[in-house]
């Protein structure tokens, strides 16, 4: 490679070619007895392949796919992991446009301190998703310190449970992967405009085809602008947004994609309340009350672009191999006017409502992911038995790089029921930031055995080489931490199909954490001490049945333990903490339920139910022994009904029904969140004709119940009360031309 090109490549790229090399030869060594089987004088010549086509699977819940899974092309109903697929029109019709509204249907996945102008986060299986190793575009790693956006997205896939076959470092709950649309292959044009709040603003273009000699050039292009008037009060905000997709066919089985999106949003963020002194749990308060809501409050303010290469082989006997090159370029400004603790409480306001206030400023902050991929996927086959087989090598390069310094100055108090405005510091305080750095690269073997008709088992091993370094950007003490880690996650399980439509299924795997001492000497005997890597072990059991029409029915059953760092008094001086792994441990175990398909002619119905039973099994705080887990629910479910009218051609009704049990908010139950539902409803009409027009209305919370949804713990000890958005209407019109 000459110099100049190798300068024009990303680093990710440059890092992975040495390990490329190593899987090309192992490709080699696969493809060789494909190249041997076709070295007959009949088939010197294979004929020429067919062209490429990516399309969209089967809508129907028993025959749809999921890329997320990675180990086979066979329908979610007959693979042995748990996947929820909540594809763009099921979205549409809800209204969402967060991505806490988009996961209201999934009972295992719940919100972790989702508000209004800031960045969103989730609890799958009861643990909480890291939002920098849990999160993947169309399978590629992405941070998710970024506002969603769903104008470009065909769906959203929600793996649940241990993920260490897909990614080998992630927490434990699972993956998320948003799956971008793709071109078209007829001609798509498709304008919505939106209404909803109390003046919010929405307008979404939708174009997509093919051109050129033959459809050889496919695209889909999505631009919106929105303007935001939430309910909540003193919260305005706004976004544009823009993506493209681009797809060339050239022909000998070679497919080339290209794709971008790029959004800039910013809104006045609605912090979390707290318990009345520290330990009593408040009435329900009026969710449009904003306590930031200073003269000088400003945005959470966020750009972003990502985008990806993709180049494809087909290769003869169907194997398929690609490279893909993926680049994330997030910058945001995180300003807030934060109410946190209430004096000598923490965490908590008083018993008057009243808390601190502080001015909150992280101006600059630059989190950048790199990755590089290439895969190699096709079957072989050994009389009867047929293998899946999935090789491939992921490199990774994160960075998150700040300004020298944050803001986090103490301005007064202020009172949730008495609004008060207090005058900001002209020299407020600082505290210096850290940079942190991740560099993996993963090699991922699979195989999904076809034994008979009945049996499958089902392989995978992935092996991860990590390198991880933090640098405190404060030049009088400045902490550096560096690290190298290597370990292996395997996976396995078994299918049988015991009837017809029918698939049973036992499966294991491994996930791991890392941990570190934070690099504070003044508080930590062990400041910046790498520790021994934490592994996650899950064992899971399933049964599916398709359903006549095309639905599915499901139960699913899962353990998972997870070891856990805490911290406990440094016995050399008890004015220090020492950091140590595995002295807290957490156990969640569950049954997930789900029924999706048509109850009659006119009548569809998507119900699912999630009983968790999520225990701290061990931690240096005995008060938590044996207790629940925080924020999670022992029974959690949703339901989905929707009637097409008849006589009405193209209307459709839709309610949904949420409904959470109690949530413990301390580590020892002593408070708990009350139990909640919430009724969401809708109407569609689909008018047909050449420009077809779809005319939507809905209504969120229907009865304006007022209750806690939510109930976080943040990694530095808060603990915030979240209530439920108020009543809220929406109305759209769709036109397609």
Not at 67 to 89: K, Y
Request: charged share 20%; with cysteine; hydrophobic share 40%.
């Amino acid at each position: 490679m000459n110099r100049r090109l190798s300068r024009t490549l990303p680093r990710a790229v440059r890092r992975i070619l040495p390990t490329l090399g190593a899987t090309a030869a192992l490709a080699a060594g696969i493809a060789a007895p494909m190249a041997l089987a076709q070295s007959s004088p009949s088939a010197a010549l294979p004929a020429p392949l067919a062209p490429v086509e990516v399309r969209a699977g089967d809508a129907s819940p028993a025959r749809q796919g999921a890329s997320v899974g990675g180990l086979s092309d066979a329908p979610l109903a007959e693979t042995p992991q748990s996947v929820s697929v909540i594809r763009a029109e099921a979205l549409r019709e809800a209204g969402a446009n967060s991505l806490s509204s988009a996961v209201r249907s999934e009972p295992s996945a719940s919100d972790f301190y989702n508000t209004l102008g800031y960045v969103e986060s989730l609890q799958v299986r009861g643990f909480l998703l890291n939002n920098a190793l849990n999160f993947r575009r169309d399978g590629l790693p992405i941070s998710n310190h970024a506002p969603f956006a769903l104008e470009n997205k065909s769906s959203i896939e929600i793996l649940k449970g241990l993920s260490g076959i897909q990614a080998g470092l992630s927490a434990p709950g699972g993956l998320v992967n948003f799956t971008v649309k793709r071109p078209t292959a007829q001609p798509l044009r498709e304008v919505l405009a939106g209404l909803s709040e109390r003046g919010s603003t929405l307008l979404h273009g939708d174009l997509g085809g093919r051109a050129g000699a033959e459809g050889a050039l496919g695209y889909r292009i999505n631009a919106a602008l929105e303007q935001r008037r939430p309910e909540a009060r003193n919260a305005p905000g706004g976004r544009e947004f823009l993506s493209g997709f681009f797809d060339l066919r050239l022909g000998h089985g070679w497919l080339a994609e290209a794709e971008f999106e790029s959004q800039t949003s910013r809104q006045i963020s609605v912090p979390g309340f707290g318990l009345l002194g520290g330990t009593v749990l408040p009435p329900p308060l009026d969710p449009r009350l904003n306590l930031n809501a200073q003269p000088w409050s400003q945005p959470f303010d966020s750009r972003s672009l990502t985008g990806s290469l993709r180049l494809q082989k087909l290769l003869a006997n169907d194997w398929t191999a690609s490279v893909r090159v993926g680049q994330q370029r997030i910058r945001t400004h995180d300003r807030l006017a934060f109410p946190d603790g209430c004096g000598d409480i923490y965490p908590g306001m008083c018993a008057d409502y009243s808390s601190d206030l502080y001015d909150y400023r992280s101006e600059n902050e630059r989190r950048t992911m790199g990755s590089a991929e290439f895969m190699l996927r096709g079957e072989l086959r050994n009389g009867s038995v047929r293998h899946e087989v999935t090789a491939a090598v992921l490199r990774t390069e994160y960075d998150e790089r700040f300004d020298p310094t944050q803001v986090y100055d103490w301005v007064g108090q202020i009172n949730a029921i008495r609004p008060v405005s207090l005058a900001r510091n002209p020299s407020p305080r600082t505290s210096p930031n850290t940079h942190r750095s991740l560099r993996s690269t993963e090699l991922q073997l699979a195989d999904a055995i076809r034994l008979d008709e009945r049996w499958s088992l089902w392989m995978g091993v992935r092996h991860t080489q990590l390198d991880s370094a933090s640098l405190s950007t404060d030049t009088t003490d400045r902490q550096a931490l560096a690290t190298s880690q290597q370990f292996t996650t395997p996976w396995g399980a078994v299918g049988y199909k015991p009837w017809q439509g029918g698939f049973a299924f036992v499966s294991a795997g491994q996930g791991i954490e890392t941990d570190a001492a934070p690099n504070r000497p003044t508080d930590y005997a062990n400041a910046g001490a790498v520790l021994p890597a934490l592994r996650s072990r899950q064992t899971e059991a399933g049964l599916r049945q398709q359903l006549a029409g095309g639905g599915l029915a499901s139960v699913t059953l899962f353990e998972i333990d997870r070891p856990l760092s805490a911290d406990i008094t440094d016995p050399a001086g008890p004015d220090k903490k020492i950091r140590v792994v595995g002295l807290k441990e957490a156990r969640h175990r569950g049954i997930e339920l789900a029924w999706l398909g048509q109850l009659a002619r006119d009548w569809t119905l998507a119900a699912q139910a999630t009983v968790l039973d999520a225990t701290t099994t061990y931690s240096p705080d005995t008060t938590e022994v044996g207790k629940r887990s925080r924020n999670t629910a022992p029974l959690a479910a949703a339901a989905s009904l929707g009637w097409r009218v008849p006589g009405a051609d193209g209307l459709t009704w839709s309610n949904r029904l949420s409904w959470s049990d109690n949530k413990a908010v301390t580590g020892n139950e002593s408070v708990l969140l009350p139990a909640w539902w919430q009724l969401d409803s809708s109407v569609t009409w689909r008018q047909p004709g050449r420009q077809a027009l779809t005319w939507r209305a809905g209504v969120d919370n229907v009865f304006d119940r007022r209750f806690w949804r939510d109930a976080p713990t943040t990694y530095w000890g808060g603990t915030y009360l979240f209530p439920a958005p108020p009543r809220t209407f929406r109305v759209s019109v769709q036109a397609r031309f």
